[in-house]
């Protein structure tokens, strides 16, 4: 039985709350209800409009709902080259930091960000190989280097370890 747009859509929320933890594919996903990308891409920017927390990320999509009320929040600013993001990923994560997202301010389109849920060394290797077979332009790359992070982490001393790592790496900026 083939569905109709909306039990499609409805369908999508179902399996996008199921998966929680991990992102999904467009293409897994296209290819689960026999659709184009171009029509999931479609049912997702409804699904946004209509005020479902869905997040396009560099590894598929994820739910964004209710935030889980034992992770910690924390913006950092980093500058470094684009030949160290992955061991400015590296440092993060083996401090047990989730790296949500990559952050720069533009002088002409103001804050763009990038989602990245970058929570291990195979998620830190996975993006910096996409971003070098893509041949992609890193954000910081605009701003000579300059880039925030919104991080997320189970406890407070995990910041501070990780912050103190990226200090010592010469990669944190840190405010005079």
């Known amino acids: 039985m083939k569905l109709t747009a909306r039990e499609r859509r409805n369908e999508l929320i179902r399996i ?8 999904i594919t467009g293409s897994h996903l296209a290819e689960t209800f026999k659709i184009s990308r171009e029509l999931l891409t479609q049912d997702m920017a409804l ?17 964004r709902g209710a935030p889980n009320d034992r992770q910690y929040k924390r913006i950092i600013v980093c500058r470094h080259s684009p030949e ?19 952050m720069i301010e533009h002088p002409v389109y103001g804050e763009l960000t990038g989602h990245i849920m970058v929570k291990s060394r195979k998620d830190a290797a ?51």
């Not at 996008?16 to 992102?23: A, C, D, T, V």
């Not at 083996?94 to 997202?101: A, E, L, M, R």
């Not at 919104?150 to 790496?169: G, H, M, Q, S």
């Open 126 to 176: 996975c993006f910096v190989n996409r971003m070098e077979q893509e041949q992609a332009t890193y954000l910081m790359e605009l701003t000579g280097g300059i880039h925030l992070h919104t991080l997320e982490a189970p406890c407070e001393d995990d910041f501070d370890a990780a912050v103190k790592a990226l200090d010592e790496a010469g990669i944190l900026v840190k405010p005079d």
């Open 47 to 63: 699904l946004k409009a209509g005020g479902h927390p869905v997040l396009a990320t560099s590894h598929g999509y994820v739910w």
């Open 84 to 102: 160290e993001s992955q061991k400015e990923l590296n440092i993060l994560v083996d401090h047990g930091i989730t790296v949500k997202d990559v």
């Open 16 to 23: 996008l709350q199921k998966q929680r933890e991990e992102p």
